[in-house]
């Protein structure tokens, strides 16, 4: 039989929680949890704990969001909207590890994914991961001092990020970061 053990408020807490406890067996993570989104949470805790499996639920039902959930190391994608029906089957889909998405879109969609992932066929990033913990943050309002507080890096540093984030999305200014930020799911409007 098996319990929840822990629950966590942002992302950032998800992946304390998760170095806390070794003997967790899932995460379930939302996309777009504070701080740190469930897509970051995700990445980290794959590299800190690489037999974590990983569930997302999301209100997002979107390619987009289901390929970056699969390459950031999650084994199952539920909407919000069949949660009530599908989330007890992905949490034991992920426990026997195999892949889990609901019923409506089908396995063709990780099947094919997963080959491209094996073949490097998957199109690049637009940002570092890096980046995108600082788009959020930006987007979220903090200043590049919190945020480098936060990520343990100096404002320059921050500011270099920001530098570089409105140079390669084509933007201006913290303004229309924050609007691609909400367009890309990395905060909520």
Known sequence: MRSVVAEADDGADAVLRAREDPGLDLAILDIAMPRRTGLQAARELSRLRPGLRILMLTMYDNEQYFFEALRAGASGYVPKSVADRDLVEACRAALRDEPFIYPGAGTTLIRTYLDRA????LPARPITEREEEILKLVAEGHTSKE???????SAKTVERHRANLLRKLGLRDRLELT???????LIEP
């Not at 094996?118 to 066929?121: A, K, Q, S, V």
């Not at 609007?179 to 799911?185: N, P, Q």
């Open 147 to 153: 945020i480098g507080d936060l990520l343990v890096i």
């Open 179 to 185: 609007r691609y930020a909400i367009r890309v799911g």
């Open 118 to 121: 094996r073949t490097g066929d």
